[in-house]
C-alpha cells in the first residue's frame, strides 16, 4: 500500500477513510477467523483437551485482531513496506520475549542478572 498508494488513489475517488480501513479489518478477520479456527481446533484437540473451543477460538482471534490493530499503528511510522514489515517482526518478537523473561524472574532464574533487565 506503501509504494503503490492505493490509499491515496481510493480518497480521490471518493472512497471514505472508514470504508478503506473496514475493508482491512474485515479481510484480515476472515483470513484470521480460518487460523485461529484452525488452531483452536488442533489445540483443542492435542494439549488444550479440557478448554471450551470457543474461548480458545476467541482469545485466539482476539489476538489476531489485537497485531492487525498494533501492525496498522506501527506501520505508519515508515515509508516503505518493506522497512515497516522489518520493525513489525522485530517489535512482534521483543513482544514474545517479555512473558518469557518475566516468567524466568518470577521463578528466580534470572537471579544473577541485574533487576533492570527483568522489568
Known amino acids: 500500500d506503501k509504494e503503490s ?3 491515496v488513489v481510493q480518497m ?5 477513510p472508514w470504508i478503506y480501513w473496514g475493508s482491512y479489518v474485515l479481510y484480515f478477520a476472515i483470513i484470521g477467523a480460518a487460523m485461529s479456527f484452525g488452531f483452536a481446533k488442533v489445540m483443542c484437540m492435542t494439549c488444550l483437551s479440557r ?6 477460538f476467541a482469545s485466539l482471534q482476539l489476538s489476531y485482531l489485537h497485531t492487525f490493530a498494533f501492525g496498522a499503528i506501527l506501520v505508519t511510522f515508515f515509508e516503505r513496506a518493506q522497512s515497516a514489515a522489518a520493525a513489525c ?9 517479555q512473558p518469557i523473561i518475566g516468567s524466568m524472574a518470577f521463578s528466580g532464574g534470572l537471579a544473577a542478572y ?5 522489568f
Open 114 to 118: 541485574p533487576r533492570m533487565l527483568t
Open 12 to 16: 480521490v475517488m471518493g472512497v471514505p
Open 51 to 56: 478448554s471450551d473451543f470457543l474461548l480458545v
Open 5 to 7: 498508494k492505493m490509499k
Open 89 to 97: 517482526g522485530l517489535v512482534s518478537f521483543v513482544g514474545l520475549l
